[in-house]
């Protein structure tokens, strides 16, 4: 089987561009529709409708180049060859790619429960309990402790065989199934992805009409000199009257998803091949789509790490230009006040007023001007010592 990593853009671009999708999405056991999807998310172009009939009518049509897309270099395609594909016969191998029942075969429902898996066993206990169901309309389900069925008392036998034929046939794929009940949804899953899965019935709602035992009780409450005290609450009927139809779906993942139920031509019973081929396409979507999600988190993180080493990288600057105006201004304001005391000691030597008390003085402020300086390595013990603290209040 050819590796994953040897399908690129430019590889798949020059595929869709020398053949029709329809032809090309076999290679890679997919419908055309997917290999559409791939393209599209992918920046590769296709050719637009009519140009495999100009192809075909001797016409050399010009083919759309492939754009450049930087977020997609060194990227190799979340694609691998299908291992049924003939190349000897690719019709053959694209109806074998896009008929479920070739890929999977025809699922048999038995027409009674036997063996039943370990989940359905536990739901065909939980679902018959009398008490305990509140739905009102009168569906059946416990989601965190059973397999997700949504049903009618009625509906149930049916559901149960319908869910173990199921839940066998996608064991056989590989798949597991397993209730969640932090989640309180049931899951299949392959490998590292999972996705939801639940069977329930479609009740069908129609307008109520108020009975006349209703009625009664209405006139009742109206009659009543406590009708509105505690405990005389008004007799309100139900808006709508629901009807069970018999009619089971099969829902598989939340986005993207798919549903399978019954039509008037076809009974459920006979489309679990297509549920079980659409739950392994799901899945097989859903991980590209995950991947597709990681590699632009990686991207985005990357350019984050970039964004970030930058924003440090100028805050760091931008304090060392303050470290150096400070500096600057501390050297500038040192030889500032050395001129100055050089400037009073020629104005003492020139009048002959040069006394020791200001010479004392002169040393002193050089040394201050010394500890300005940042280029002198000089330290004032009293500027540069701790702040001194307070004794208090005397009491």
Not at 112 to 138: C, F, M, T, V
């Amino acid at each position: 089987m050819e590796s994953v990593a040897a399908i690129t853009r430019e590889s798949l671009y020059n595929e869709v561009w020398a053949e029709p999708v329809s032809r090309v999405a076999p290679r890679y056991g997919i419908s055309g529709v997917a290999l559409g999807k791939v393209c599209r998310k992918h920046k590769i172009p296709l050719p637009p409708r009519g140009y495999w009939a100009k192809i075909n009518a001797g016409h050399s049509p010009k083919k759309i180049p492939l754009p450049i897309a930087r977020e997609f270099e060194n990227y190799s395609l979340p694609l691998s060859r299908s291992r049924t594909y003939d190349p000897n016969n690719p019709d053959a191998s694209r109806k074998k790619a896009t008929t479920a029942q070739e890929r999977i075969g025809f699922v048999d429902v038995p027409e009674r429960l036997e063996s039943p898996h370990p989940l359905i066993k536990k739901a065909s206990k939980r679902l018959r309990q009398k008490s305990g169901w509140d739905n009102y309309k009168g569906l059946r389900s416990a989601p965190g402790e059973i397999f997700a069925f949504e049903v009618t008392r009625d509906a149930i036998d049916r559901a149960l065989l319908i869910g173990d034929t199921l839940i066998k046939a996608l064991e056989r794929q590989g798949m597991k199934v397993w209730v969640d009940r932090e989640k309180s949804c049931t899951l299949i899953g392959l490998d590292e992805t999972s996705l939801t899965i639940a069977i329930s019935e479609h009740v069908a709602r129609s307008k109520h009409e108020v009975t006349a035992t209703e009625k009664k009780a209405i006139e009742r409450w109206q009659r009543s000199p406590n009708r509105w005290g505690t405990g005389y609450h008004y007799p309100r009927p139900p808006d709508y009257d629901h009807h069970p139809t018999g009619k089971l779906t099969i829902s598989i993942g939340g986005y993207p998803s798919r549903s399978w139920g019954d039509t008037p031509k076809t009974p459920l019973e006979q489309r679990l091949h297509q549920v079980v081929a659409g739950a392994l396409d799901l899945i097989a979507e859903h991980r590209i789509r995950a991947e597709e999600q990681e590699r632009r988190r990686l991207l985005w993180q990357t350019e984050k790490d970039r964004y970030d080493r930058q924003v440090e990288l100028r805050k760091q600057e931008l304090e060392q230009l303050e470290e150096l105006k400070v500096s600057a201004t501390q050297w500038l304001e040192a030889e500032r006040l050395r001129q100055y005391i050089d400037a009073v000691e020629q104005v003492a030597i020139r009048n002959a007023e040069l006394s020791d008390e200001l010479k004392d003085w002169i040393s002193w402020a050089r040394i201050k001007a010394d500890c300005m300086d940042p280029l002198i390595a000089v330290s004032d013990a009293i500027l540069d010592g701790p702040e001194p603290r307070s004794p208090g209040y005397y009491y």
